[in-house]
């Protein structure tokens, strides 16, 4: 069963950037048949799909973020990574690392990780 | 892209059968079936319930089912347990994106 634990600094300044990785145990980051995702749910609010990467590297964002977002894959490390340009206090949230079955909608999900952004 | 819409609570007494709504457009619900359901409790991160509109992972009560008319997917809870009590998204692909309902509140009374 893939584990998937996020990591990165609880807080950032405004307008400063953003950066988590999200580390893959049981399973394989190389894997054909899977996408890794980046998910945030801002504190007492809902969720929102932030982008994925598959192993290539072959990237998909959401577009009210496309422009802040970077996301890349270490396969070497079996980990992937989040970076988001420019944070403002809107980007406080729980961070959450996924991956996602390609050809269906079944997702497994990290634990997450709070960031906030404060000065 | 809008999030889908969810109702913003549920509620049912233990044994009664609550359903929740989860609509959104020809584009993203209605196009795809590709539609999943997660549970989630304070603090913690979403489980998976329902994933392409219908199908239940291993370990998932049967209680859980989900269903599609439509650009409206719909998951109902058999059989309502105080465990239920929860926050409920739907999420369904949009191309070359997801989009997540707004979230359903589920109470037992």
């Known amino acids: 069963q893939v584990q998937l634990q996020e990591s990165g600094p609880g807080l950032v300044k405004p307008s400063e950037t953003l950066s988590l990785t999200c580390i893959v145990s049981?399973?394989?980051?190389?894997?054909?048949?899977?996408?890794w995702a980046w998910i945030r749910q801002p504190p007492g609010k809902g969720l929102e799909w932030i982008g994925s990467i598959n192993y290539s590297g072959r990237t998909y964002y959401n577009p009210s973020l496309r422009g802040r977002v970077t996301l890349s894959v270490d396969t070497s490390k079996n980990q992937l990574s989040l970076r988001v340009m420019s944070v403002t206090a809107t980007d406080s949230a729980v961070y959450f690392c996924?991956?996602?079955?390609?050809?269906?909608?079944?997702?497994?999900w990290g634990q997450g990780t709070l960031v906030t952004v404060s000065s | 892209q809008s999030a889908l819409a969810q109702p913003r609570s549920v509620s049912g007494s233990p044994g009664q059968s609550v359903t929740i709504s989860c609509s959104g457009t020809s584009s993203d619900v209605g196009k795809y079936e590709y539609v999943s359901w997660y549970q989630q409790h304070p603090g913690t991160a979403p489980k998976l319930l329902i994933y392409?509109?219908?199908q239940r992972p291993s370990g998932v009560p049967d209680r859980f089912s989900g269903s599609k008319s439509g650009n409206t997917a719909s998951l109902t809870i058999s059989g309502l347990q105080a465990e239920d009590e929860g926050d409920y998204y739907c999420?369904?692909?949009?191309?070359?994106?997801?989009?997540f309902g707004t979230g359903t509140t589920v109470t037992v009374l």
């Open positions: 392409d509109v219908t």
């Open positions: 999420c369904s692909h949009a191309g070359i994106s997801y989009v």
């Open positions: 996924s991956r996602e079955d390609e050809g269906s909608s079944r997702r497994d």
């Open positions: 049981g399973g394989s980051i190389s894997s054909r048949s899977h996408f």
